[in-house]
């Protein structure tokens, strides 16, 4: 990966970008500044797709994995056999190149793309999203319980605003393992949540079957999979921000919409990257756990990498 030779020049900077918090793109291209280093530690080596909203996020809006048409040819990039040169993401140079252009969201897959453990999710993720977006307290609700139920098996995770209505649980690994061990866990912890708690959790894919219950999305768990990178403004009109939150925060009662650009820059100056910081799991117990469940659960198939 190379980088570019100069750093990208701002345009349309008066263009207003999330029209219900008065912020144009100027605003925004200023967070992707500050938080830049924070961001970019959550999408380097890593597989990555954009949401762009080139006028702002009341516009159009369209995904991207891809290195686009009129990129510079030192723009870094990822080449795989058989398939147009992928979006890199390796420094904050890179990151305001794409800001630039209107993206607003920064996905990112679960495992590195380089390296001797290339293809290994380096967390379990639990990806909790409401039936009814006005329903966050049951979605608070889970992730407590599901936490409980973690530590019962010896393991630890940090809750993560979505930037949206949902949350997402963390599970940080001191190694990367395979999808075949890490997802059939992610699996069976998902569906012992809904047959636990069978009012508040499901793991029924068909939103109108679901009722007012929290889906816990395991299928998010794979290898072709993305989740919004921790510190990503999301495409919506009040610019809010995925946030590591700590178990305290959630447990008072903390509120997504409290997590906006201007509130994340400062509280990232204050306290640091949660997530980076957070305790690893040891990889080992883990394993243990997936080689306990039964033979039917251990059969996940995995589409490879």
């Not at 500044?33 to 809006?61: F, K, M, S, Y």
């Not at 870094?76 to 993401?89: N, T």
């Not at 999301?234 to 809010?240: C, T």
Request: include cysteine; charged fraction near 25%; charge should be positive.
């Amino acid at each position: 990966m190379k980088r570019h030779e100069s750093p990208p020049t701002l345009t349309h900077g008066d263009k207003i970008y999330f029209p219900a918090a008065g912020l144009c793109k100027r605003d925004y291209m200023t967070y992707l500044a500050q938080i830049g280093e924070h961001l970019v530690r959550h999408l380097r080596h890593r597989p990555v797709t954009l949401v762009r909203c080139p006028d702002g996020v009341a516009g159009r809006r369209f995904y991207q994995r891809h290195l686009p048409p009129h990129a510079p040819p030192s723009l870094p990039r990822r080449e795989v056999q058989g398939e147009r040169p992928l979006i890199a993401i390796p420094d904050v140079e890179t990151l305001l190149y794409y800001g630039n252009l209107g993206a607003i969201e920064f996905h990112a897959g679960l495992h590195l793309v380089q390296g001797p453990q290339a293809g290994c999710p380096t967390a379990l993720t639990f990806d909790l999203d409401p039936s009814d977006p006005r329903e966050f307290e049951r979605v608070r609700e889970l992730a407590l319980r599901l936490r409980e139920v973690l530590r019962g098996l010896g393991l630890d995770g940090v809750a993560k605003t979505t930037g949206a209505s949902g949350l997402q649980v963390l599970v940080p690994l001191e190694e990367p393992l395979p999808y075949a061990v890490t997802r059939p866990v992610v699996n069976f912890v998902a569906a012992y949540c809904a047959s636990r708690w069978p009012d508040l959790a499901t793991i029924e894919r068909r939103v109108r079957h679901r009722g007012r219950r929290v889906y816990v999305d395991a299928p998010q768990h794979g290898p072709t999979r993305t989740l919004i990178a921790a510190y990503s403004v999301r495409a919506v009109e009040k610019a809010l921000v995925s946030a590591p939150i700590t178990w305290a925060e959630l447990e008072s009662g903390v509120s997504p919409d409290a997590f906006d650009l201007h509130v994340v820059a400062d509280r990232l100056a204050r306290k640091g990257d949660g997530l980076e910081l957070a305790p690893r799991n040891p990889a080992s117990r883990v394993q243990a756990i997936h080689d306990a469940l039964p033979p039917a659960w251990r059969q996940t198939r995995v589409r490879s990498v």
